[in-house]
């Protein structure tokens, strides 16, 4: 079997089959990116010693004939904001550069456990804020359909690796769309799971109140495999739901005739001005293919859409400029010398931090100020209750909410990081979902069906579908359907 061809369920098949062995596709996933990723640039670190160490107990077990579990000997890559204990975990920042985290996170200790081979570490935007992964201190990190393009982000390393078959699936993390925007820029599954179904335990903090971590995979079948393994209650976690201790066996086995009483909600308020017309396209080609598994499709309304981006970019520069206190030269950071501690603060942030985090937490904490606090955070905090009850309106009437992903296809380097409000138009399909914290899947479109006719585009284009709290298993299901028609 060809690395291309690899996905985690025919991975496991394989397996257990004794087609291979986890050490040998474990070599071949090194040499391939040893051989491919000085191009694309998705991993800042690699793990050899500990992918070999993993897939060498995989094999043992199976020679022994004992039971392995479905995601046993995957090869996985991290974005970087995820600790791993013993390996550096930079979150894509100079100030992280000889950071080694001490702990593993929830999501590591669960795959671990699992027995997953982890490859590495990969590229991400600096603590996960943008949209391109430009702004990373380290790298820059290329779309593998198209060099000269970014491949999104912030999660734009893990997105690449996967795209480029430099590792089965990835875990990335999603505050703002840094899981869906870099899945559909490079023509992979991204899924943000419903906040409070993923442990942010050992996740580097961006905004608390919106991060989450989820999978990158080839397909929706693998996204839910994956995020069932992750997914459930942790007590490290404070926002963590005990109910997302109960998602079943209907996650990776969807039934028809469930999916086709889903109703989908095509809201108009996300056909706006500045929609590129290929993507508009595209996103409409998949909603006819969902039509023609005959769930039915209706248009809905979500009237405060127009007032999310703002009032993302209040609340979450807010947390940020909370959660960036803590890298002060003294716990973290490469210590400057100074002649008090103020100054020594002041040089290592300074040093540290790049522009894009010195600009949010310079909005963060003017819009937490004593005098704009109430015309800034709490009315942002106001709106976001309106954006969330949006949503429980409309799903009075619907199931699901499918939209574009992104406004236009995978820009160019360069064309937006000069300008930071076009890059943060980038985000405008996906941040809603964080402010209400619902799950939302970005899948890419895909080409070639004879349902709805062929359109020729060579750049990958996702369509997201959002689901009710905690009803991951219906854009999973309706996802894994709409895949089912291309097979
Ligand atoms: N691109 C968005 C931002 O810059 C989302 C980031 C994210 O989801 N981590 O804030």
């Not at 905690?470 to 854009?475: G, K, M, T, V, Y």
């Amino acid at each position: 079997m060809h690395l291309h061809d690899l996905t985690i369920k025919n991975f496991h098949q394989g397996l257990l089959k004794k087609e291979f062995s986890a050490l040998e596709i474990t070599q071949a996933f090194f040499d391939w990116i040893e051989k491919r990723d000085w191009e694309t640039g998705a991993y800042l670190s690699l793990s050899k010693d500990l992918a070999v160490r993993q897939a060498e107990a995989v094999d043992i077990k199976i020679a022994k004939n004992e039971p392995v579990g479905v995601i046993a000997g995957i090869p996985l890559a991290f974005k970087d904001n995820i600790l791993i204990e013993g390996r550096p975990a930079t979150a894509g920042s100079k100030i992280l550069k000889d950071y080694t985290a001490s702990y593993d996170a929830t999501v590591i200790k669960k795959l671990k456990k699992a027995g997953t081979v982890f490859l590495g570490k990969t590229n991400c935007d600096e603590f996960a804020m943008g949209s391109s992964t430009e702004n990373s201190a380290y790298k820059l990190t290329r779309n593998p359909h198209d060099l000269s393009r970014v491949p999104g982000g912030s999660s734009g390393g893990s997105a690449a690796a996967v795209a480029a078959h430099m590792a089965i699936a990835a875990l990335g993390s999603d505050t703002g769309g840094s899981i869906r925007q870099p899945a559909a820029f490079c023509g992979v599954v991204g899924l943000k799971p419903t906040y409070g179904a993923v442990s942010r335990f050992g996740l580097i903090a961006m905004a608390s109140s919106l991060d989450q971590i989820g999978p990158f995979t080839k397909t929706v079948e693998d996204a839910a495999i994956l995020f069932k393994e992750i997914a459930g209650y942790d007590s490290m976690d404070s926002a963590s739901s005990p109910l997302s201790n109960n998602y079943g066996d209907e996650l990776v086995n969807p039934r028809l005739e469930d999916i086709r009483k889903l109703k989908i909600g095509v809201p108009e308020e996300y056909w706006v001005a500045g929609l590129d017309k290929e993507v508009a396209e595209n996103v409409e080609r998949a909603t006819k293919d969902l039509q023609s598994l005959k769930a039915e499709v209706k248009k809905i309304s979500l009237p405060h859409t127009k007032y999310a981006l703002s009032c993302y970019y209040i609340i979450m520069p807010a947390e940020v400029s909370s959660n960036l206190e803590r890298f002060d030269g003294i716990r973290y950071g490469t210590r400057q010398g100074a002649e008090n501690l103020l100054e020594l603060y002041k040089r290592n942030r300074e040093a540290g931090f790049g522009a894009e985090p010195k600009r949010r937490i310079l909005l963060g904490t003017f819009v937490l100020s004593s005098g704009y606090y109430d015309a800034y955070y709490a009315k942002a905090q106001r709106v976001r209750r309106l954006i969330r009850q949006d949503f429980d309106e409309a799903f009075k009437e619907v199931d699901v909410i499918l939209t574009p992903v992104t406004p236009t296809p995978p820009f160019k380097f360069g064309e937006k990081v000069a300008d930071p409000l076009a890059m943060y138009l980038s985000d405008i399909f996906t941040v809603p979902v964080n402010l209400a914290g619902l799950p939302a899947i970005s899948i890419p479109v895909r080409q070639g069906s004879n349902v709805s006719g062929q359109i020729s585009s060579n750049l990958p284009i996702g369509f997201q579908l959002i689901g009710k709290h905690l009803r991951e298993a219906d854009i999973l299901g309706l996802g894994q359907y709409y895949e089912k028609l291309y097979l």
